[in-house]
């Protein structure tokens, strides 16, 4: 059983909170078998095969559907959150913006499959065996960087400003940053202080996108506790163990977006409610986890 998050836990990408990478990746795996024109990542399903998690490699590869244990919200969730993040780069690689961080980059692929700029730098920031990993995973199948790829093997609860600087981040220079899938899996006084850091760390002219999760209403938490218990039941009758509830931090915190404002950045974005239907995707039907409420948004700093 996944024991509860707290300070100085570990974990690789077969267990705790390391393994939502890997299920995010196989998430990302179906939906480009599904519909590579919307969103792609070819690397995706090696990734998870590697990691060796068999459900999620039969998952990942087709050989098992995904029927009621993956839900088709998930997939399409995992379409229009890689197209989003896609996007959001390479609108900035055109804006000029010559580096980008890959904050918790887990199974990311982006410095190995998106067209680049040439002189680009792509900082990618994980605890080290995730970056050696994958790095190691995808040089055995003769997978090259498309970008000047920089791997920064730390863990974000230690001093990763630092660790960034020492493999050549320049702070006088605008940023490209990404937070995806992250702000749910850290305490709310680390996702203020993660947000404040990026700031402090970005010249004007600077990108930020992440995602802003509405605060709970009455009652909202029990439900989503509830929903995550029933799926993570699923999941363990199909012989892969995990929790998805202690692997969050609930309560009361700070919304990404309006704290992004208050820092100095211009917020615009769009609910997965909104992406689904601009995609031509279908509604959502049960949406007790509020998934539809969800923003991605972006950011500018001026």
């Known amino acids: 059983m996944t024991s509860a998050r707290h300070d100085g836990d570990t974990w690789d990408l077969a267990s705790s909170v390391g393994a939502t990478a890997t299920m995010a990746a196989a998430a990302r795996a179906i939906a480009t078998r599904e ?94 065996p995730v970056v050696e990993f ?3 995973t995808l040089a055995g199948l003769g997978a090259v960087p498309t970008a000047d790829r920089r791997p920064v093997a730390v863990d974000l609860r230690e001093d990763w400003p630092a660790a960034l600087r020492a493999a050549g981040f320049d702070p006088a220079q605008p940023t490209a940053w990404s ?56 999941w363990r009758g199909e012989g892969f163990d995990t929790d998805m509830t202690r692997l969050r931090y609930f309560g009361e915190r700070n919304e990404a977006g309006p704290y992004l404002s208050g820092l100095g950045w211009t917020v615009h974005g769009s609910t997965v409610r909104e992406l689904l239907a601009a995609n031509g995707l279908p509604p959502l039907q049960d949406d007790d986890l509020r998934m539809g409420d969800l923003r991605y948004i972006r950011g500018v700093l001026a």
Not at 108 to 116: F, K, M, Q, V
Not at 186 to 195: I, K, N, S
Not at 209 to 230: H, S, V, Y
Request: cysteine-free; charged content about 25%.
């Open 134 to 136: 994958k790095a190691r």
């Open 179 to 234: 937070a995806e899938g992250l702000l749910g899996y850290l305490p709310p006084e680390a996702q203020d202080r993660l947000l404040d850091t990026i700031t402090e760390l970005s010249a004007p002219g600077s990108r930020v996108a992440t995602e802003n999760r509405p605060n709970p209403r009455p009652g909202d938490e029990a439900k989503t506790k509830e929903r995550l218990d029933r799926i993570s039941e699923q």
């Open 35 to 128: 519909d590579s024109t919307l969103f792609s990542d070819r690397f995706a399903e090696p990734l998870v095969q590697a990691v060796g998690v068999d459900l999620l490699a039969k998952l990942a590869s087709g050989e098992t559907e995904p029927g009621a244990l993956v839900g088709q919200i998930w997939i399409d969730a995992a379409k229009i959150r890689g197209r989003f993040y896609d996007e959001f780069f390479l609108d900035a690689a055109a804006a000029g913006i010559s580096q980008a961080v890959i904050l918790a980059s887990g199974l990311d692929s982006r410095s190995y499959r998106l067209p680049w700029p040439n002189g680009t730098a792509v900082y990618e920031i994980d605890q080290e």
